[in-house]
């Protein structure tokens, strides 16, 4: 049972993926941000050392494919490649008529079974922000095996998340306070119920994937102050929908930090959570004999 005193982002559990519920327009605004603001900090859409290994003409799946910014991006990138995205809601992907002919977007749930005609097609999957999505390390495990299962022998995996375990709040001096930005932090590190994420690489291994690496990337200088808006866009998202679950008084103490944070960020202070970028390999020859209930 959840804890009544709570006004953390541990009030999400047992509501799927929590945000963009309402004001759809304004969740993909913040979407859309986010990719350019990852893009920006990257340097990539697709790992260079996974890019390298990919066939003249690829067949690439996007798990939770949002806005489709990602697949946009990448299309343009290689125009020779098929891209499939997929969601569980595709209110905020555009329109069929505006995507590139290389690009398609499907209604897929994580949690459902993989469809046959997904099985053993990609070159590579790639998987962006489940953070709100998947609980814990056991569900990251079984959607893992349906990863494997839609890659070709060969074929790569990467997977793009937020690294909750070491958010920061970044000050210019010493001096400076942000009590309201930590209170974020502590909220959002919400006891450790993220902190899966800095294992998917263990996972990746422990699931059969070869030549596994994780990457962290932090904040630059010049992106820290954006990167601290949009996450209190995405705070204010997920008090909005605290309030439309009923949960007022914690959607209010949201709403009180976010106001006080964003004057703590004119003074130089700003909450900062590390990305990191998990790759894999399926190996050529998989038995799944091997790993009875997996794949």
Known sequence: M????????SLSSGHGYILQRTNSHLSSCRLNLQHYLWKDTLKFSI?????????PKPLIADI???????????ARDLPNAQLHGFDNDLDQAPHKSWLPFNVD???????DEIPDEMVGKYDL??????????DGRFQAQSFVQK????????????????????????KVSPEIQAPALEKLREKSWADGRYDWTVQIPYVLKEEGFENVKGHVYGDEAGLTRAFNEQHLLTMDEFAR???????????EAFWCLIEEGEKEAVE???????????TGKKPMCVSYEQNPGRG
Not at 47 to 55: I, M, R
Not at 105 to 111: A, G, L
Request: proline residues 5%; positive net charge; glycine residues 6%.
């Open 2 to 9: 959840t804890n009544p005193t709570k006004t953390d982002w």
């Open 47 to 55: 790992c260079p050392s996974v890019a390298l290994n990919l066939p």
């Open 64 to 74: 939770a494919t949002g806005t489709g910014a990602w697949l946009l991006d990448v």
């Open 105 to 111: 977007i499907k209604y897929w749930n994580i949690f």
């Open 125 to 134: 999957v790639h998987v962006r922000l489940l953070v709100l999505v998947i």
């Open 147 to 170: 990863v494997m299962k839609m890659l070709k022998p060969g074929g790569y995996i990467q997977w793009d998340e937020l690294d909750c375990v070491d958010m920061t709040v970044k």
């Open 241 to 251: 929908s605290l309030a439309r679950l009923g949960k007022v008084e914690a959607a």
């Open 268 to 278: 130089g202070a700003a909450l900062c959570i590390p990305r990191i970028v998990s």
